[in-house]
């Protein structure tokens, strides 16, 4: 079954809109999006609709081969990206790149 939603974190939002956040990383329970289809975006606080994204891919990745360029892709530093991840996803090793762009 392909997800049709997706939610971020409100202090994303500005980062999506613009461009500058180009994947989101997320775990096994998310990993269900179809390449090509378009999902609408809320805030995961409230629920709060603010865009469409199209899906590009999702690939499978381990916590230890995010890179400078998943970073970059996240508008964040590789320090920070490896923190973020740790906050949302405790101890859990085998995540999953899903790779969009902004629907207008």
Sequence with gaps: MSLSKITFFERFEADILSGKKTITIRDEAE??????S????????????FCA???????????????????KQENMTLPELKNVIQDIYPNVDNL??????LVD
Aim: glycine letters at 0%.
């Design 31 to 36: 990993k269900d999006y179809s390449p090509n």
């Design 38 to 49: 378009i999902v609408q975006v809320s805030t995961y606080e409230d629920d709060r609709w």
């Design 53 to 71: 994204l199209k899906i590009h891919s999702v690939h499978a990745i381990t916590f230890h081969q995010l890179s400078d360029f998943h970073a």
């Design 96 to 101: 999953y790149v899903i790779s969009y762009e």
